[in-house]
């Protein structure tokens, strides 16, 4: 087992490295420096593993210390009166979701795809070792974590408290995956391709992690007693886990729909389905088309094709903002103590919105769905890709995107002005007016960014892949750009102002450069 370990390990390494050098042989300044010799050299892809093993295990480091701090933060700032006890009790309940929405087993990923499909390793082997190495890696992070940061931050918070916590956290994962895969073989899909009952679940766990808001808290002894009965459910699903003896046909079955090299970053089969047409979604309304024609229609037939695709999340997310406007508002309506400081919040804090819209947004799905659906086939053809028909696609595939990612923004904006008049009566027109526009224009210019980077960048290669590390660096960029704007402190008068301007300034560059760089960029490699 620990054989079969140490070889996966090997094959994700050696891809993992082979991947490095060649996104920066692409680099322009790395021409010529990187050859035959570089990929046949053993002491170069040493390091270069050595480093990315490194770089790895800090990435895993922070993200987690990043997610225990958040809670802390949190609990700190909501709960200060009692920050240890509410900060057990947000941990349980992410927790219990984590057991619902952080399954591994099933998901694909190129160290699968070669360890599985390529070199035909021994399925059962394979997965009862990265079962035991995902329960021993998470577990040494969270015991970490739990016993060490969690009591730096918060001193009144007790050794066998962690202990407990940490508990739960291995239990809930082996239970976790059990059920996945038990719904996978009853079902024949992965459960959270579900999206009501995804949500659901999502929200139910969400809403009581919230609990201490309102002063409500899940006694330690509760949870104690709740760690005894998971332990009791557990004993069976690691024993199901372990005996499990057909992994490599389902992984294979799951293979077979998921594209088998859909990059380093394990996109899944839900991030697939996401982008994969159903059989009713091929019916198109002919009153759609009526007056279309040229390109006009190869867009209308492409957009109406994906509408349940395009449109479902944004949905979603706006379904879920509806929840919370409303749980908010009843807050500001029984307590009005805490009407001044949401209030203060949306007039002063609004810049905070720019962070949300960046993950609210659905730019990066719908590009995704371009490609696989549409894009890939068509770049084959020279004609596709003259500077008339690009810019002509774009203006209409920008189009429609900001309508898509209108549907939540429309919500948060409409929120925000509800929360604003019940934080005050004297709450100017104005102000109600710009907090709004600036939730519309963040949309529209999200909208714009992921449209033109795929425009000027197209990352994908002809097995899906994202390999462009510009584009990697550009995106990360973006995120990097939205965190520090979010921590700006202006009037929503002033941000919608600068929001419009930017926003307009934007969409004028972006069909300048789409029109005159897309044509040498938008290709296929």
């Not at 399954?103 to 035991?132: C, E, H, P």
């Not at 050794?159 to 038990?182: H, M, Y």
């Not at 992921?450 to 584009?471: A, D, F, G, H, R």
Request: a positive charge.
């Amino acid at each position: 087992m620990i054989n079969y370990l140490y070889k996966t390990l090997q094959i994700d390494i050696t891809y993992s490295v082979n991947s490095t050098l060649y996104s920066l042989k692409k680099l322009p300044f790395m021409k010529g420096l990187i050859t035959e010799d570089t990929y046949n050299s053993k002491l170069i892809k040493r390091i270069i593993g050595g480093i990315g093993l490194l770089l790895s295990i800090l990435r895993s480091i922070t993200f987690k210390f990043i997610y225990f701090y958040g809670l802390i933060f949190i609990c700190e700032k909501l709960f200060s009166k009692n920050s240890t006890n509410a900060f057990i009790h947000v941990y349980f309940f992410l927790t219990l979701l984590g057991l619902f929405i952080n399954n591994k087993l099933l998901n694909t990923s190129t160290k699968k795809y070669f360890s599985l499909i390529v070199f035909q390793m021994d399925g059962d082997k394979f997965f009862k070792a990265n079962l035991l190495w995902n329960i021993l890696t998470s577990s040494l992070l969270n015991a970490f974590m739990l016993l060490f940061v969690v009591r730096f931050f918060l001193p009144d918070f007790l050794i066998l408290q962690g202990i407990v916590l940490l508990i739960i956290t291995i239990e809930a994962r082996i239970i976790g995956e059990c059920f996945n895969i038990i719904f996978y073989q009853k079902y024949h899909y992965l459960w959270y391709n579900n999206t009501k009952l995804y949500f659901t679940i999502m929200i139910i766990l969400l809403g009581l992690s919230a609990l201490p808001y309102w002063n409500i808290v899940l006694k330690m002894n509760n949870i104690q007693i709740i760690s005894i009965l998971l332990f009791g459910i557990s004993i069976p699903c690691i024993i199901y886990l372990l005996k499990l003896k057909n992994y490599s046909l389902i992984y294979k079955r799951i293979n077979y729909i998921v594209n088998p090299m859909n990059t380093k970053q394990e996109k899944d089969y839900l991030k697939q389905a996401m982008v994969d047409l159903k059989d009713k979604d091929k019916k198109i309304n002919d009153n759609k088309l009526k007056n279309k024609k040229g390109y006009d229609l190869f867009n209308t037939i492409f957009f109406e094709r994906h509408k349940e695709i395009l449109l479902r999340s944004a949905r979603n997310y706006a379904l879920i903002f509806i929840v919370i406007y409303i749980v908010l508002g009843y807050i500001m309506i029984n307590y009005p103590n805490y009407n001044q400081s949401i209030g203060h919040f949306l007039h002063v804090k609004l810049a905070t919105f720019v962070l949300i819209m960046y993950f609210i947004n659905r730019g990066s799905i719908v590009t995704q769905a371009m490609f696989y659906n549409c894009d890939h086939a068509m770049l084959r053809y020279n004609f596709y890709r003259e500077p008339q028909v690009i810019l002509g696609l774009f203006k209409k595939r920008l189009e429609i995107v900001a309508k898509v990612n209108l549907i939540p923004a429309i919500v948060i904006g409409i929120g925000n002005v509800f929360l604003l008049i019940i934080s005050s009566e004297n709450i100017a027109l104005g102000t109600l007016i710009t907090t709004f526009l600036f939730i519309i224009s963040l949309s529209i210019f999200f909208s714009v960014h992921y449209l033109v980077i795929y425009y000027l960048l197209q990352p994908y290669n002809k097995q899906m892949e994202v390999k462009k590390i510009s584009y990697s660096f550009v995106t990360l960029g973006t995120y990097i750009i939205s965190y520090w704007i979010s921590g700006i402190v202006l009037t929503s008068e002033v941000l919608s102002i600068i929001g419009l301007i930017l926003v307009l300034f934007y969409i004028a560059i972006a069909l300048l450069l789409v029109q005159k760089i897309a044509p040498r960029t938008f290709k296929l490699y």
